[in-house]
């Protein structure tokens, strides 16, 4: 089993930045995250992808964060982190992590909250 822990959600007014971090970790296994990506979800809304890392480097954003969110990924740490900038109230949300490392093995942390204030 791995755990994924997010954390760096808070409060921040229009404008600010936040970073998250996501930490997965095994006591019982190595393993390799074929996909890992930031989703979120907010109040009245689809949970939707962020952004995400895919096996072989490939990068995607949702059209509402590109040129404001940065995902960046460590492999030696099996971690993922997402720098947003210029955050706007609509990026109020619960933000989580998710880690596949194979069909049967697909993982979520438990949420971080990120609410902006205008």
């Known amino acids: 089993q791995v755990q994924l822990v997010e954390s760096g959600g808070g409060l921040v007014q229009a404008g600010g930045s936040l970073r998250l971090s996501c930490a997965a970790s095994?006591?019982?296994?190595?393993?390799?995250?074929?996909?890992m990506a930031w989703y979120r979800q907010s109040p009245g809304k689809e949970r939707e992808l962020v952004a995400g890392?895919?096996?072989?480097?490939?990068?995607k954003y949702a059209d509402s964060v590109k040129g404001r969110f940065t995902i960046s990924r460590d492999n030696a740490k099996n971690a993922i982190y997402l720098q947003m900038n210029s955050l706007k109230p609509e990026d109020t949300a619960v933000y989580s992590c998710?880690?596949?490392?194979?069909?049967?093995?697909?993982?979520w942390g438990q949420g971080t909250q990120v609410t902006v204030s205008s």
């Open positions: 890392i895919y096996a072989g480097g490939q990068i």
């Open positions: 095994s006591a019982t296994s190595r393993f390799v995250f074929q996909v």
């Open positions: 998710r880690g596949k490392i194979d069909p049967a093995r697909d993982y």
